[in-house]
């Protein structure tokens, strides 16, 4: 079984900052891509950042340039840091990794529980 905590969400000003994290822990063998979504209330979930294992990115056009992800392979954890923080980011986030067990089972995506980022003056 593999648990995914994220962390980092809250309140916070237009134009500031937050840095959400999101560690897994359980039966790990790798570790493939790594995500970050969002879902606003009344909006589907849609991708904000990836990762690949190797360090590759992609980012929503409306996240480029105020975003970065960034991944710690030896602690299994994957970071958003989020900068120019703007009213239309709020939404609840959700991290997705896509693990594989072992090294017979095919990899499979795990979610994170959600943090919430309101972004309000």
């Known amino acids: 079984q593999v648990q995914l905590v994220e962390s980092g969400g809250g309140l916070v000003q237009p134009g500031g900052s937050l840095r959400l994290s999101c560690a897994a822990s359980?039966?790990?063998?790798?570790?493939?891509?790594m995500g970050w979504y969002r879902q606003a209330p009344g909006k589907e979930r849609e991708l904000v950042a990836g990762i690949t294992r190797s360090g590759s990115t992609n980012y929503a056009d409306s996240v480029k340039g105020r975003f970065t992800i960034s991944r710690d392979n030896a602690k299994n954890t994957v970071f958003l840091q989020m900068n120019s923080l703007k009213p239309e980011d709020t939404a609840v986030y959700y991290c997705?990794?896509?693990?594989?067990?072992?090294?017979?089972?095919?990899?499979?995506?795990?979610w994170g529980q959600g943090t919430q980022v309101t972004v309000s003056s």
């Open positions: 359980g039966s790990i063998w790798s570790i493939n891509d």
């Open positions: 997705k990794l896509v693990v594989r067990i072992n090294r017979w089972w095919s990899p499979d995506d795990y």
